[in-house]
């Protein structure tokens, strides 16, 4: 069972930024790696999760909703098994848990349904 490990959250200030990671472990191959279509989602309290950023493993081929564009990129290190996700200029509206998932042959990049695996989630607070 494919496993995924965030981390970086924290608590910055408006227009501060956070790096976050994700680990993603017990992959049966580098082939099956490869099929991947990792994405973070967030979750604000009393919000339905939403899709923020994603990337292709195979080709780095990138995702964003229009929310973070600009703000945030997405990037791989196939090597690791890991992707991150830096945040820069970040507002109130960013705070929620952040999580990453992986999904194989993804169509509907942002569709939850499409992602079969997820971490555990990692808190991001922006003050005022």
């Known amino acids: 069972q494919v496993q995924l490990v965030e981390a970086g959250g924290g608590s910055v200030q408006t227009a501060g930024s956070l790096r976050l990671s994700c680990i993603v472990s017990?992959?049966?191959?580098?082939?099956?790696?490869?099929?991947?279509?990792i994405t973070w989602f967030r979750q604000a309290h009393g919000n339905e999760r939403e899709g923020v950023a994603g990337?292709?493993?195979?080709?780095?081929?990138?995702y964003y909703a229009d929310s973070v564009k600009g703000r945030f990129t997405i990037s791989g290190d196939k090597a690791k098994n890991t992707v991150f996700l830096q945040m820069n200029s970040l507002t109130p509206e960013d705070t929620a848990m952040y999580y990453c998932a992986a999904g194989r042959y993804v169509a509907d990049k942002f569709g939850r349904s499409e992602y079969g695996s997820w971490g555990q989630g990692t808190q991001v607070t922006v003050s005022s």
């Open positions: 017990k992959v049966p191959s580098n082939n099956y790696y490869n099929t991947f279509t």
């Open positions: 990337i292709d493993i195979q080709d780095s081929r990138t």
